[in-house]
């Protein structure tokens, strides 16, 4: 099982970012996915999930309204669209798999909010 994300980079408050996550090694389309990030000096904490088909989702109450999740199961590609981002939204954003019981983790990408 592979997941690598991309996306990230230096973005100005109230600006939008898109994170991919390229998921290799398993059947990606059977399986829930979810973002996680974490801030300096602070745990990681879940950002969004979205089900195998895609038609569930959830999100922290911290980004509702703003980050979407989505994905395409024909590109074994799970994304996050973050719009209106602010400065708190700093961290490094982590795809999540959970894959016959094992949890995964890709590297991470860092996403900076500042002016």
């Known amino acids: 099982v592979q997941l690598v994300e991309s996306g990230g980079g230096l973005v100005q408050p109230g600006g939008s970012r898109r994170l991919s996550c390229a998921a290799s090694?398993?059947?990606?389309?059977?399986?829930?996915m979810s973002w996680y990030r974490q801030a300096p000096g602070k745990e990681r904490e879940l950002v969004a999930g979205?089900?195998?088909?895609?038609?569930?989702?959830n999100y922290a109450d911290s980004v509702k309204g703003r980050f979407t999740i989505s994905r395409d199961n024909a590109e074994n590609t799970v994304y996050l669209q973050m719009n209106s981002l602010k400065p708190e939204d700093t961290a490094v954003y982590y795809c999540?798999?959970?894959?016959?019981?094992?949890?995964?983790w890709g590297k991470g990408t860092l996403v900076t909010v500042s002016s």
């Open positions: 999540r798999g959970v894959v016959r019981r094992a949890i995964y």
């Open positions: 090694g398993f059947t990606f389309s059977i399986y829930a």
């Open positions: 979205i089900s195998s088909a895609g038609s569930r989702t």
